[in-house]
């Protein structure tokens, strides 16, 4: 069985100025500013072996949280993903790794 060995990547849809303020001045590190083609503008951190991208809530939906693990099966972990109906928004084979999306993370519908 496949096993999750680290954390690799977490993406959460914030107000994208103020965690970026926060993580710089909690972290030490300071933000990398990125933006791939025409989707949206996001800050970047690599915290030792994990990043942290912080993507505006506007932009994103807000009840969703994409993560990344490092696993030591990948075929199992994408199996078992499918399964359940998870979506699975990239691979990297290379390293072991895959970035889910969370549909169930974030506040309930009739949160103000």
Not at 36 to 65: M, Q
Request: glycine content about 8%; overall charge neutral.
């Amino acid at each position: 069985m496949s096993t999750a060995s680290a954390i690799s990547l977490v993406v959460p849809g914030c107000d994208i100025e103020r965690s970026r303020t926060f993580y710089e001045a909690a972290s030490g590190v300071v933000a990398r500013e990125e933006q791939h083609g025409k989707r949206p503008r996001h800050y970047w951190f690599r915290l030792d072996t994990a990043i942290l991208e912080l993507y505006s809530r506007g932009e994103r939906e807000i009840g969703v949280l994409r993560f990344g693990l490092r696993v030591t099966d990948l075929t199992a972990t994408l199996a078992r993903a499918d399964r359940s109906g998870d979506k699975v928004m990239r691979t990297a084979s290379g390293e072991g790794a895959a970035v889910l999306e969370d549909r169930y993370c974030g506040p309930p519908d009739n949160f103000l």
